[in-house]
């Protein structure tokens, strides 16, 4: 049995985690930290987590002397920095996984996307780095046809006000957000970086979000370098995630339904200019679960080196 910490226990990602880690035998959640729930029972938040856990505000320091097997930081970004030194100082070989954005720039770091970028390479870490949810299902959509491209890929995101965190803002008002559609971050965000730097070709993303929860949709147009055929375009994405448990490939364009409460990612659509040269294809999944919380479980498993599908992998 591996202990696990969980820093930023309060937050959506967080409560995903807690019922993650409830479903494992081989995993057990020694510690929940949450300044806001300080004192009060893990299972107020979360009914299938461990009884008698109780929330707990501790810093850096008071974690890292808990000395669990994997810490995984569900804070926001940059506050990752002091609780990554600390652990190393007390327990080096603890697996930290990381969601926020601070080390997924960093080459020392493991770079959690397994369906994309091997298993050996997370396998055995102890610093990974989970890729960011707009992230992983852009570069799940982009990368199979990558090397055909003739120039960037665009990118068109929406996701659901989950995505905007628990602290109050204008992009996660119900009431702002009722009967409308938000874009922001019109240049620069952070995700378009990420998914250029890994995939090793540019993107160029618009993020937007909606009243709906939970769940991402990501359309992508990709121009090729030479004619695809339909045969051909569908087949990549076979080939890529053929034998992967938590993606879907489908003749259609698949929709947020379909992705909201799915462990995994769904992609589809398929579309092509008649002359073979653009393409449209579209991918869905959940930003809390295949985007944050299994993303991460299947990170830290490949880092303890447990069983990266049971039960997640359905």
């Known amino acids: 049995m591996k202990t696990i910490g969980l820093v930023g226990a309060r937050g959506h990602t967080g409560r995903e985690l807690i019922r993650l880690l409830a479903e494992r035998e081989d995993l057990t959640l020694a510690l929940a930290v949450s300044r806001a729930m300080d004192g009060q029972p893990v299972t107020d938040m979360a009914p299938e987590g461990p009884v008698g856990l109780l929330f707990e505000a501790l810093g850096p320091e008071a974690v890292a002397q808990r000395q669990c097997d994997g810490?995984?930081?569900?804070?926001?970004?940059?506050?990752?920095?002091?609780?990554?030194?600390?652990?190393?100082?007390?327990?080096?070989?603890?697996?930290?996984?990381?969601?926020?954005?601070?080390?997924?720039?960093?080459?020392?770091?493991?770079?959690?996307?397994?369906?994309?970028?091997?298993?050996?390479?997370?396998?055995?870490?102890?610093?990974?780095?989970?890729?960011?949810?707009?992230?992983?299902a852009g570069q799940l959509a982009v990368a199979p046809m990558r090397d055909a491209l003739s120039g960037p890929a665009h990118l068109f995101g929406v996701s659901g006000y989950s995505g905007a965190g628990t602290t109050p803002n204008r992009r996660n008002d119900v009431d702002a957000l009722k009967d409308n559609l938000m874009p922001y971050a019109l240049m620069g965000h952070i995700h378009e970086r990420e998914m250029s730097r890994h995939l090793g070709h540019e993107v160029r993303f618009s993020p937007h979000v909606a009243e709906f929860f939970r769940g991402i949709v990501m359309t992508v147009q990709m121009e090729f370098s030479a004619p695809v055929s339909a045969a051909a375009f569908r087949a990549a994405y076979d080939t890529a995630y053929g034998d992967e448990p938590l993606i879907r490939i489908q003749d259609e364009a698949p929709e947020v339904i379909e992705g909201a409460n799915n462990p995994g990612a769904v992609l589809g659509g398929f579309a092509l200019s008649e002359d073979g040269r653009r393409g449209v294809m579209v991918c869905a999944l959940d930003n809390l679960l295949k985007g944050a919380a299994v993303q991460a479980l299947q990170n830290l498993c490949l880092g303890l080196g447990v069983a990266e599908f049971e039960p997640i992998g359905g």
Do not use: H
């Open 71 to 136: 810490v995984i930081l569900a804070m926001p970004n940059g506050q990752a920095a002091p609780y990554v030194a600390a652990i190393e100082a007390a327990k080096p070989d603890t697996v930290i996984v990381d969601l926020s954005a601070d080390y997924r720039f960093d080459g020392s770091w493991a770079y959690g996307l397994p369906e994309l970028y091997g298993r050996d390479a997370i396998r055995g870490a102890s610093r990974i780095s989970n890729p960011g949810c707009y992230a992983t």
